[in-house]
C-alpha cells in the first residue's frame, strides 16, 4: 500500500451473496511520526468539564440504574471521528467526534439517558448537547445536562415531553484521550524498521462503546451507524491537517459493541487478512486466509444462511486486550491468533489460529446477526460459538480430529469450576447482571466451556440435522434483531415436532432447564450387578455445604449413551434419582462403558468389579475403547478420587495402561491430572517416588518418538502425534529420562553460539527453551530475553515470555515481575499471562503471590474495574495453594482488598479458597496412600 492511499472499497466475493453496504473497512494511512513516546503526564480525567454528580446510594432515579429506560430506542448514528496520532501540546494522544443520534420516542418521557464515558462534551449554551424534532415535530427546551459517573450516563432533563412515536436527532460534539489503555477507540505502538508506529483501532465489547461516542450501549439497541472517519494521509505537521476522509456506509441493523474501526497504515491479503507490513511481506496471513474461505463456506452450509454482509475483514493488532473479537465484518485478534510463520510457529499456533478463527466467524451469524438481548444471555451467545468452532476447524482440518478435542478444552475444564459449591448456573437473571464488571465477570469458563458442552449435548441427543434445522429457523426469524435463550429452545422444539422418529421424554425447554438454571452436573452411578443407574450433584468438596437452591433439587435429565463390552448400545434416558435399567446388568466377564463419546455432561462412576474389569480391558487391548472414553475414564477416576468418592489407588491405576499408549487426548488429560499432582506434592516426601514412576511410565513413549523422528532430527506427520511427541519430550526431561535433558540442553547451546539460526523445531520450542533456561543462569535468561525483544513473529515471543518464567533464580524472577509493570518491556496485553507463568513455577509462585498481594490497588486500577483479566490471574498465583498457611493468607487478602474489591476476579477468588480448602481437607486423609502406592509402583 503506497503513502496516500487510503481504501474504502467492499469486496464482495461469492460466497458473501449480500451486496449491501460494509460496516467498517480499514483505513490505511501513511504517517511518519518519529517522535518518542513519554509516559502520558496528564489523566485525561482531569480535563473533564462535565459536573460530575456521586450516585446517592439509596436514589432510585432513572439515571442511577444500569440499565436503560424502554422509553426511547434508536435507529440511526451519523458519527465522525478524527484520531490523532501525534501528541497535542499536552503530550496527550487525543480523538475528536461529532455525534447525531436518531431516536423514536417510545414513551412519553421529559429524560434522555445516553452512555458516554470519558468523554470531554463541548457545551452548546450551557448544555452537552442539541435536541432537534424531526418530520415537523418540535423538539423541548432543554433544561439542564449532566454526566452521571456511577453508571455513565450523560444524562439531559428535558423543560417538556417527547412524544410517542416521534423522532428525534440528538447531536453531541466531544474529545476524547486515545490512550493505550486496550479499551474503546484506543492507541497501539509498534516498531517498524526502527521506527516507532502508531496506529488507532478499537474494542467495544462489552461496554466501550460509549467511550468512543455517546450511545445507547446495550446489545439490545441495535441501529443502523453511518460512520465516517478522518485521517491523515502523506505527511503532517502536527496538529496541521492535510488528510482526508473515509465515510463508510450504512451498517446493517446491529449492536454497538459490534462497532469496530481501525487507522493505519497496515496492508492486507486477499479475502482480508490485515496486519503489519513485515508480518504480511513475510506470509505470516497466509494461513488464516486459506482456513477463511472453508470455514466461511462451512457456516453457510451449516446455519443454511448466506454470509450476511458484503465484505470479511480480520486484522491482527500488536496490542489487544482478549484472543480475538468478533466485530462484524472486521473481526480483531492478537497477532498469535491470527499469524502462522511457518518457519517458527508450532503446530498448535496453527491450531490456535483455526479455533479463534472459526469462533469469531461463527460469531457473524450467531451473535451478531442475531444478538442476545442482554448480557445475562452471554453463555447462549459465547457457549455456542465455542462449540460450533469444533465443527468449523474440523471442516478446514478435516484430519486433526479436531471435534474430540473439545472433551479436553470446554468439558473438563467446565468440570473443574462447575464442582465447586462457588459455582453458578449457566443463564443468570436478567435483573442480576448490571455494571460493567458484573457484564465482564460473564466472559468466564461456565459461560464458554459449559455452555459449549451442554450444546453439544443438545445436538448429540437430537442429532445434528435436526439441531441444525431449528438453528437455521431461529436465524431467520431474528435476523437484524434479539433474542433471549428460550427463542432458541423453541425453535429446536419445532424442528423435533417435525421430525418422525425423534423421542424426547421431555420438551427441549424443559430438558434444558436442568443443565442451563442449575449449577453443577451429575455423577451418575452404575451398578452392574443390578442394572441400578443413579445420580447425585458431583462435589469436588464431599462436605461442602450448597447454599443456592434450586428448584429441580440438583437432578438432571440425563442422556446416557454407552456401550457393553465394545458394542454400543441403545441409548438411555435418566429422569429420576435413581431407576433399574436391566441392560446394564452384566455378567462377570462383561463391562459397561457410559457417556460414550463423552457427548454427555456428566461423569461417572461404576461398582467396582465393573471398574476392574474396564482397568484389566485397558491394560490388555485399551483400542477397543474409544479414544476420548480413555481420556475420560482417567479424568474421572480422578476426580471421583479427589471427591473422595472411589479410592485414590483405583484412580492412579487408570494410568499404568500409559505404558501403551501413544494417542494425544488420553495422555493430555493424564498430564493435567498428574500436573496437579505434581502441584500438591512436589514439595514433599511424595516428589521422589511419583517422579520415578512417571519416569517409568513415559520412557517407552519417549523412545518411541525418538525412533520414529530419526533420533529427534524430524517430526511425525500426524497432527495430534505432534502433541504427543512434545508431551513425551517434556515429562521425560522433568522425570529425568536418561538422554533428554542432554539432548534439549544441546539444541539451546546451538542456538546460543549461532543466534541467527535457530535450529529448533518450533513444535518443540517451548519444551526445550524453558528446560534450558531453567537448567541455566543468568546467561541464558538474557540471551532469551534478547530473542524475545527482537522476534518479529508474536507466537514465537509467546514461547520466549513464557519460557523465561521457567528459570530457577529468584532474583531474576522478580526482576521479571518487575518487567510487568513496564510496557516498554512487557506490553499490557501480556502482563498478567506473564505474571501467571511466573506463578506456575514452583520458586516463582511466592514472589508472584507477594507481588500481587503488594500491587493489587496499582493493578486493579491500570485495568479497571469493569477488566475481565483479574480472574485469570487470581486463579493462576493461588492454583499450587494446598496448606493452611496458604489458606489463611488468602482469606486475608480477601479482606485486605474488600475495599478495593476484585472486580471480575471476585468469583475466582472464591473458587480459590473453596479449592484450596478441599485440597487441604484431602491431603489429610490421602498423601499417605499415595506415597506408598508410588513407593511400591516404582520400585
Ligand atoms: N467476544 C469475545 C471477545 C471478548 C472477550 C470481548 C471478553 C470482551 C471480553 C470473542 O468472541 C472470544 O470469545 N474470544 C476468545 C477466543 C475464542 C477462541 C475463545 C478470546 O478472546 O479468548
Ligand atoms: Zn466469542
Redesign the pocket.
Known sequence: MGKGYYISKHLATAAMVLAAIALVTIIALSVVYNREKSKNAAKFSKATTLPVFPTPKTSNEPWDKYRLPDTLSPQYYNVTLWPRLVKNANGMYIFTGISGVMFTCEKKTDLILIHSNKLNLTVFKGHHAKLTGLSGVTAPAIKTTWFQSETQYLVIQLEGKLKPGKDYWLYTEFTGELADDLEGFYRSEYMENGEKKIIAIT?M??TYARKAFPCFDEPGMKAVFHITLIHDRGTTNGMLWTGGQTIFGPTKRMSTYLIAFVVSDFTYIDVRIWARKKAIEDRQGDYALNITQPILEFFEKYYNTSYPLSKSDQIALPDF??????NWGLVAYRET?LLYDPRTSANGNKQRIV??VS??LA?MWFGNLVTVKWWNDLWLN?GF??YV?YLGADYAEPTWNMKDQTILYDLQSAFAVDSLTSSHPLSRKEEEVNTPSEI?EM?NTIS?SKGAAVLKMLSEFLTEPVFAKGLSNYLKQFAFGSSVHSDLWEYLQKAVDQTPGIKLPYSVHEIMNRWILQMGFPVVTIDTRTGNVSQKHFLLEPEAVVDRKSEFNYEWFVPIKWMKKGQVQDQLWLLQKSAIHKPMKVSKNEWVLANLHVSGYFRVNYDLGNWERLLSQLESNHQVIPVVNRAQILDDAFNLARASIINITLALRTTKYLLHEREYIPWEAALRNLNYFFQLFDRSEVYGAMQAYLKKQVKPLFEYFGTISSNWTTVPSGHTDQFTQIIALSLACSTGVEGCRELTRSWFKKWMQNPPNNAIHPNLRSTVYCNAIAAGGAEEWNFGWQMFQKATVAAEAVKLRSALACTKVPWLLNRYLEYTMNPEKIRKQDATSTIGYIASNIIGQPLAWDFIRANWDYFFKLYGTGS?IFSGLIRDVTYRFCTPFELSQLKRFQKDNAETGFGSGTQALQQAIEKTTAKIKWLEGNKEPVLQWFLSESA
Not at 321 to 326: D, L, Q
Request: cysteine-free; overall charge negative.
Open positions: 474494542q465489547q462489552a486486550n482478549s484472543g480475538a473479537m468478533e491468533a479455533t479463534v469462533h469469531e460469531h459465547e460459538a465455542s468452532e465482564s466472559f464458554y475481565f
